[in-house]
Nanobody, 117 residues
């Protein structure tokens, strides 16, 4: 059974930081591109960042220079370090795993990140 379990969300003030983690099980982690997506109230889910097994990264323009995605293939875990947070970063953040072989996609249950004074 595939599980993607996110953690690390919470409430932070503008300018603050959060670090989200996503622990994967039930997949051959090294064969998956991992990603973070987010969905704000009333908006569509959008890409935050992705990282390949080899460490190549891609970021949404809105988070470039502020967010850093990383992965630990030995721990089957992907992270996103979010700095200089803004109120518009408030969203539910979802972990995503896409197989590089079959293109099957799995999603986590999401974790809330709220940026407010």
């Amino acid at each position: 059974q595939v599980q993607l379990v996110e953690s690390g969300g919470g409430l932070v003030q503008p300018g603050g930081s959060l670090r989200l983690s996503c622990a994967a099980s039930g997949i051959l982690f090294r064969f998956y591109t991992m990603g973070w997506y987010r969905q704000a109230p009333g908006k569509q889910r959008e890409l935050v960042a992705t990282i390949t097994s080899g460490g190549n990264t891609n970021y949404a323009d809105s988070v470039k220079g502020r967010f850093t995605i990383s992965r630990d293939n030995a721990k089957n875990t992907v992270y996103v370090q979010m700095n200089s947070l803004r109120p518009e970063d408030t969203a539910v953040y979802y972990c995503n795993a896409e197989s590089i072989i079959s293109r099957v996609v799995y999603w986590g249950q999401g974790t809330q990140g709220t940026v407010a004074s």
